[in-house]
């Protein structure tokens, strides 16, 4: 909501129209022609011939909180993934740490966040977004992994998990402005977000103003962006060597 606030409230209200979907949805009406410009999971940076807008998008750079990976068994012995497909780039961070820091090759079943359900149908579950937020994640009696901070142990860098983009003929150095200055509207207004929007969602305030102020970045910098190539170099080494089964560093 933050990078979006402007828009919808703010100085840049009108010069765009805003529809809203999961990640993974506005990947593909970016990839049918559906839309010109997207909030998208960074690994379709990979799958399409895209041109990001600079400045802002969604990282971390520790803790993410609201993609958490649950698991019955010890992570290295995991075998199967519930996932919600919702974000193409939490599953593929997922697995990509599961292997390197465990060992552990594994079969991603897509199942609706439902945490219940998702552990009853595999071993492990990944949550992301709002589900994640409302999960009391410190009193479960399962295995808990903040897939953020696994990326900064794993790579010192912070994790980028979505940017905006769009078709390369969409994106001009023009548009880098409004949706700059549309976070920074939002990330200065977070306790109207928080009030307007945390109950509706089933979020206490309290975590919402933590996730928004301590948890989640909207600005990137040079480090975002280290952290961002480092992501795909990984994802990309990632899908050369897991069919081969060679260990994956």
């Not at 997207?38 to 802002?56: A, D, M, S, W, Y």
């Not at 948890?215 to 050369?240: D, K, M, T």
Request: aromatic share 8%; net charge neutral.
């Amino acid at each position: 909501m933050p990078l979006v606030w402007g828009m919808l409230h703010g100085g840049q209200r009108g010069l765009f129209d805003v529809e809203f979907a999961s990640p993974a949805e506005c990947a593909d009406r970016l990839a049918e022609g559906r839309a010109d410009v997207g909030l998208l999971p960074v690994v379709e940076l990979l799958r399409q011939e895209l041109k990001v807008i600079p400045g802002v998008g969604i990282a971390c750079r520790g803790p993410v909180r609201s993609i958490l990976l649950v698991s019955k068994q010890p992570f290295a012995r995991i075998r199967t993934l519930a996932a919600d497909s919702a974000s193409r780039t939490s599953v593929t961070l997922a697995r990509m740490v599961l292997w390197h820091r465990y060992g552990a090759r594994l079969e991603v079943r897509p199942t609706a966040a439902d945490l219940n359900r998702m552990l009853e149908e595999a071993d492990a579950a990944l949550l992301i977004g709002d589900p994640a937020l409302c999960l009391p994640a410190e009193a479960l009696p399962y295995r808990v992994l903040d897939l953020g901070q696994a990326w900064l142990d794993w790579t010192g860098l912070p994790m980028v998990f979505a940017v905006w983009a769009g078709r390369p003929e969409c994106v001009t150095p023009e548009l880098a402005t409004p949706f700059l200055e549309s976070c920074r509207f939002g990330r200065a207004r977070l306790e109207e977000i928080v009030r307007r929007e945390a109950a509706p969602r089933g979020i206490p305030e309290e975590l919402a103003r933590a996730y928004l102020s301590r948890h989640i970045v909207h600005e990137l910098g040079p480090r975002e962006y280290e952290g961002l190539e480092r992501f795909l170099q990984a994802a990309r080494e990632f899908a050369n060597v897991e069919a081969s089964g060679r260990v994956f560093a």
